[in-house]
């Protein structure tokens, strides 16, 4: 219990600290971006063109997962309304196809009738991406990514199940899911679960993490 309220204690500075690091990083991003295009275009340079347009491209790569990553808490966007998680889901659905079939992995989308759920909806599409992205990432190839939701009368609640067929989330590990920058990547960024938290909170909701050997499955429950 107390680990939890801890965790609870954490979520705001993980919130100020996304939006924060995702201006730090952009503004000087957006300068050399600028003066790369300069130089692309630059008469005496033509030979190295193509070098400057390839750096161009990556800097619009990493301002990408910028953008995925640390896009929650921006005030701007923080409006919540009525709606329909499947139709989130269907939304997103093409961006995590892309990553899906880029890995050679499979992917399955099950949805049942649900109630409307009040939700901001860039929220609920970082969550999504952030659950998805971890699954694929435990994943080999060949690996299903299983997403599904329903209601469960027994707790009032809509769930968004996300199962993976990876080899699961040791004990060790478990304990510190959510802590910022806490990864056990190599190019991880470790707050991918801590702003599901952040969101979960915001939204009424809880993460549950039900793993073993055979895989993970994080069950995000919506309580009406
Ligand atoms: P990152 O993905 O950048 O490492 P996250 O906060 O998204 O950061 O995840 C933290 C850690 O939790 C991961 O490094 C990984 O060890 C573990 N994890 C999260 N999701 C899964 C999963 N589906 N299967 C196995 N491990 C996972
Ligand atoms: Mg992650």
Known sequence: YE??????AN?????????????????????????LQLLEQEEGLQEHAGHFHLM????DRANAIITEFLSVGNTRTSEVQMSNLNSIIEG???LIKIDTSNQRKEIE???EEIPELPLNHNEIRQLILNICRNGLEAMEPGGLLYISTYYRVDENCVVLAIQD??????PEVMEKIGTPFFTTKDDGTGLGMG?????AARHNATIEIKTSTEGTTFFTKFYL
Do not use: W
């Not at 067929?165 to 040791?170: A, H, N, V, Y």
């Not at 702003?195 to 969101?199: F, L, R, S």
């Open 109 to 111: 989308i099950e949805t």
């Open 165 to 170: 067929q990876g080899e699961g989330i040791r």
């Open 195 to 199: 702003i599901c938290y952040a969101i």
């Open 11 to 35: 979520l705001d500075l993980i919130g100020q600290m996304a939006a924060g690091i995702s201006h730090e990083v952009r503004n000087p991003m957006t300068t050399v971006r600028g003066f």
């Open 92 to 94: 997103i659905s093409r």
């Open 3 to 8: 680990k939890e309220l801890k965790r609870l």
């Open 56 to 59: 161009i491209e990556e800097l």
